[in-house]
């Protein structure tokens, strides 16, 4: 989450929790909705809903709270710019919304194609780079 909101100069943003757990402190995420470029949204963290065909990209993802959107944020890990293939189960739910897309754009970060049917985009990462997909849900 901090490094997505320190790539996207803050426009990346959720709040974040302070528990004290048995061992070591540490931040937590997700318990309220926070902002991806003005756009209210939810956190998901569903365990297969992205996956890519890079290990150098890392990806998050969140719904918006209108659920009319679901975004992926995906982030080059590596000194070298990357090309990456996420692929979305959109037969996945979340918050009861169906995350099968119909339509996507960038929000920040180069698009190079986006095919709902398969449920796939691929994205071009500059050098510790940042995508934002934005994909409408129906």
């Known amino acids: 989450m901090s490094e997505a909101h320190l ?3 803050g426009k990346i943003k959720f709040a974040s929790g302070f528990p004290t757990p048995k061992v070591g402190s540490h931040v937590t ?4 909705p926070g902002e991806i470029y003005g756009q209210p949204a939810s956190l998901w963290l569903g365990n297969s809903l992205v996956r890519s065909d890079n290990p150098n990209v890392e990806y998050l993802s969140a719904i918006a709270v209108d659920k009319k959107h679901l975004f992926v ?9 990357q090309d990456v293939t ?3 189960d959109g037969q996945q739910k979340a918050m009861g919304q169906s995350l099968a ?3 996507s754009k960038a929000l920040t970060g180069e698009l190079v194609s986006s095919d709902a049917a398969a449920g796939s985009v691929k994205l071009k990462l500059a050098p510790w780079g940042i995508a934002v997909v ?3 849900l129906p």
């Open 7 to 9: 790539r996207s100069d």
């Open 29 to 32: 995420y997700g318990f309220q």
């Open 73 to 81: 944020i995906a982030m080059n890990q590596f000194p070298k710019s």
């Open 86 to 88: 996420l692929t979305i």
């Open 101 to 103: 897309w119909t339509a």
């Open 134 to 136: 934005s994909l409408d």
